[in-house]
């Protein structure tokens, strides 16, 4: 049984070095997060994911953990990060951190030992080849950098060193099997680890890259499922409020193994990206080119290409656990400048209205716009969705006081970038509309995260899609003509966007419109 605080949860993603800096040295960090814990309930947000804020050299902007139970100093301190969990907790906000269980930093203390060419408590920790100049048996590997005598086998960046949880289909002398001791000891380390910041407060992990631990493990994952069974399986047991969500992206397989939630991510060409972000990303600096994605209101594009790949995986999976939509992410490009205001509405309308718990990154309610900065700690391309979040007018958009030159990334220069404190005058502003949807949803049981959904309407061709969750309807219309919906009964609208209107059983959407409806009792 899940942490039962999920059944209405909302949460914001914090990229911490990008959200507020407390103390003027240009990056943001743990105490800053918990001076904008008001803020973030003023959402209607009731939980935080927190990007990595362990320990280390940020040749992957903390996803290569050098110390996994250390908070690295540029954020502050443990008593920090103890010290939010407490304030979140009294204002009713849980908090997530993030996991990166299948690989740690190539300067963590357990690699340092794994490279030695003596035998030790951490030989195994690592997959290691036993040849200096053996290949990885179809994985990236790294070679001639260590005393060992042997290749060493990296998840992402060479600066990343693959943890050994074992291999399913075993083609050499090196490689492990799951129940291996050494990999076994490797699960107890990353339970251990676990066990730290739930002791300390923190109510549960977004895991990252939760489907690479287990090598040579097909596309059936069989193998890493058994292994989060179990890390998945004892954490619960002793934390039974604790909550896992997965960057697996498959919720078929990672709600069967234990996770609370799963995301549905933004991989080029599936159903989500065809929502939002279907346009060919450019050359650095250039402009962006024509969006083809369903809420862009010239595209032509019906609801179908989402619908065939969510439908079948929410019903497999929905009394399981979550699947969870998200409005962007850290390795994600913004919705902005991509989709403009009205269009941006009338996503956030649906994603906010669908089931699973949605997520919602920082910057996104006042429309932050994806920008074109040079990479930062291996951000590349994502850089530009990773930039300081706009507070106010003025210095460095209230994001520091420090000098411009210091801060981690620049903020945007334009003239017009959004900030709080210029939406929270504005009663019409995306962050108050951003409010709006998430309180709505907190409003009524039917939208809550376990809601059943069922589709009422989504013809081929047809530009509307309708929806049930529970006894309410939802439809909207992203196109630029007005469309019309037969009701099944007597309905009451509760919200709307663009002034859809109910006569004779008929709902009128007008152009780029949206409608929540209840029935009459």
């Keep these: 049984m899940s942490a039962t605080w999920l059944n209405d949860a909302v949460f914001y993603e914090i990229y911490p070095q990008s959200f507020y800096d407390s103390n003027g040295d240009g990056i943001g960090d743990i105490p800053g997060i918990a001076q904008k814990l008001d803020y973030v309930k003023s959402l209607g947000c009731?939980?935080?994911?927190?990007?990595?804020?362990?320990?280390?050299?940020?040749?992957?902007?903390?996803?290569?953990?050098?110390?996994?139970?250390?908070?690295?100093?540029?954020?502050?301190?443990?008593?920090?990060?103890?010290?939010?969990?407490?304030?979140?907790?009294?204002?009713?906000?849980?908090?997530?951190?993030?996991?990166?269980?299948?690989?740690?930093?190539?300067?963590?203390?357990?690699?340092?030992?794994?490279?030695?060419?003596?035998?030790?408590?951490?030989?195994?920790?690592?997959?290691?080849?036993?040849?200096?100049?053996?290949?990885?048996?179809?994985?990236?590997?790294?070679?001639?950098?260590?005393?060992?005598?042997?290749?060493?086998?990296?998840?992402?960046?060479?600066?990343?060193?693959?943890?050994?949880?074992?291999?399913?289909?075993?083609?050499?002398?090196?490689?492990?099997?799951?129940?291996?001791?050494?990999?076994?000891?490797?699960?107890?380390?990353?339970?251990?680890?676990?066990?730290?910041?739930?002791?300390?407060?923190?109510?549960?992990?977004?895991v990252d890259m939760a489907s690479s631990l287990v090598k040579n493990d097909g596309d059936e994952k069989l193998a890493t499922m058994e292994v989060w069974r179990d890390i998945a399986g004892t954490i619960h047991r002793e934390y039974p409020e604790a909550a896992l969500v997965a960057e697996w992206n498959d919720p078929r397989r990672s709600l069967s193994c234990g996770f609370d939630m799963d995301f549905y991510l933004d991989w080029r060409g599936n159903g989500y990206s065809l929502l939002l972000r279907d346009f060919d990303i450019p050359a650095y600096g250039q402009a962006f080119e024509k969006n083809n994605s369903y809420f862009s209101a010239d595209s032509g594009r019906d609801i179908s290409c989402f619908l065939s790949e969510y439908l079948p995986a929410y019903q497999d999976t929905c009394q399981k656990g979550l699947w969870c939509l998200v409005t962007c992410n850290h390795d994600t490009l913004r919705a902005a400048p991509m989709l403009d205001d009205r269009e941006r509405r009338l996503a956030y309308a649906f994603l906010f209205t669908m089931p699973g718990a949605p997520f919602l990154y920082y910057g996104d309610e006042i429309g932050m716009v994806y920008r074109w900065v040079p990479t930062k700690e291996g951000g590349y391309q994502r850089t530009g969705s990773r930039t300081p979040m706009q507070w106010a007018p003025g210095k460095n958009l209230g994001f520091s006081q420090g000098e411009a030159d210091s801060l981690y990334l620049p903020v945007d220069p334009s003239a017009d970038a959004p900030t709080v404190a210029a939406q929270e005058a504005d009663p019409d502003s995306f962050l108050n509309f951003t409010r709006s949807i998430v309180a709505l949803r907190h409003s009524y049981a039917d939208l809550g995260n376990y809601s059943p959904l069922t589709v009422y309407s989504a013809e081929p061709g047809s530009r509307l899609f309708a929806y049930k969750r529970g006894q309410m309807l939802l439809a909207v219309n992203p196109s630029r003509e007005a469309l019309t919906l037969a009701l099944d009964g007597s309905y009451t609208p509760v919200y709307g966007i663009g002034g859809p209107e109910i006569q004779a059983q008929t709902l009128t959407l007008p152009a780029q419109s949206f409608a929540v409806l209840k029935p009459l009792a």
């Design 46 to 206: 009731n939980a935080i994911w927190i990007n990595p804020c362990f320990d280390s050299p940020f040749k992957d902007a903390g996803y290569d953990v050098r110390d996994y139970k250390k908070v690295a100093p540029r954020y502050g301190t443990n008593d920090d990060l103890h010290a939010l969990f407490c304030a979140a907790h009294e204002k009713g906000i849980h908090i997530l951190l993030d996991l990166v269980p299948g690989h740690t930093s190539e300067e963590h203390p357990w690699f340092l030992e794994s490279s030695k060419e003596e035998e030790n408590a951490y030989t195994h920790r690592f997959i290691w080849t036993d040849n200096a100049f053996a290949s990885g048996d179809g994985m990236p590997f790294i070679g001639g950098e260590c005393p060992r005598g042997g290749t060493y086998i990296i998840n992402f960046f060479k600066c990343q060193p693959a943890l050994n949880y074992g291999y399913r289909q075993i083609h050499e002398a090196w490689q492990k099997p799951i129940d291996d001791p050494a990999c076994l000891a490797t699960r107890e380390a990353m339970k251990d680890v676990m066990r730290f910041w739930l002791d300390m407060g923190c109510d549960g992990f977004r």
